[in-house]
């Protein structure tokens, strides 16, 4: 499913679904699919693929597509099935155009927390750039209380050694 679905949303909950099934099992059997369906052409896939990863203790592999999507990188032409995920058929152009900015305003949102979580040296200088040259206000802000989190998480974790 997560490979041949020809539908991103089912591939999305596919990954999510992998992840659960992993995390219970304590098993990472999976890795190697997930690294490759990080390079699906939906955003929204590489998104939760990256969530799986993340979870699953990957501290690397998702790190490319985490980057782009804290930063904002071609954000106007992210995918994701859109009709799949908000009944698009009945809004106008406008509505949809807004649901589509709020849903990509979302995958950057999710992204920032996931770096947060990841506590590395290269996730530390991406939230650290974003924090700093964000154009968005909103994006920076959220970059600034994640990264500030991370850094008490780290001070802590050297008091314990």
Known sequence: MLKYNPRGINRAEAAQAIKWIEKYNHDKSAFPALIEAL????????????????????TIYSLKVLEKLAEGKGKKQW???WAGYMGLENMNEREIEREKKRFRDNLQFEAINLLGKIVT???IKILTYVKI???EEWVRKHAESVLEKVMVEKTREGERK
Do not use: M
């Not at 390079?39 to 990957?58: F, I, M, R, S, Y």
């Open 79 to 81: 995918t994701a099935d």
């Open 121 to 123: 040296e290269k996730s």
């Open 133 to 135: 040259y964000s154009s």
């Open 39 to 58: 390079n699906d052409t939906v955003t929204d896939v590489q998104e939760k693929v990256a969530d799986a990863l993340v979870a699953l203790g990957d």
